[in-house]
């Protein structure tokens, strides 16, 4: 299967679960934040040769074996690299109360 049908088939799911999700009264904040996190444009590797790494930082890196990790910048182990995610504040709350033993106010035990 392309790449492009595969896509097109991942749109046009995201695009029936959004529409069934706003047609039920279970659509919430939850639920919300899913699909944004859907529409949300997805990260590309980065070519060295275009953009070179930043030197002396945490990357994610491609090696040559094509396996995506986190490290610092070398040519002879990485082909690829790209920014590290941001946590934003509201999943570094979450994992505060996971590290403080408060599991169940996050649902899980």
């Known amino acids: 299967m392309k790449k492009v049908t595969v896509f097109a088939a991942a749109i046009a799911a995201r695009d029936f679960l959004v529409k069934k999700l706003k047609d039920t009264s279970e659509f919430d904040d939850i639920t ?9 444009p997805r990260a590309d590797w980065l070519c060295p040769t275009h953009y070179p790494p930043p030197r002396g930082i945490k990357l994610q890196v491609l090696t040559w074996g094509g396996i995506g990790t986190e490290g610092h910048w070398d040519h002879k182990l990485y082909c690829a690299w790209a920014p590290m995610p ?9 994992m505060m109360l996971y590290a403080t033993g408060r599991k169940s106010e996050l649902g899980i035990e």
Do not use: G, M
């Open 32 to 40: 919300a934040d899913l699909i944004r996190a859907c529409n949300e």
């Open 86 to 94: 941001n946590t934003p504040e509201h999943i570094k709350h979450r």
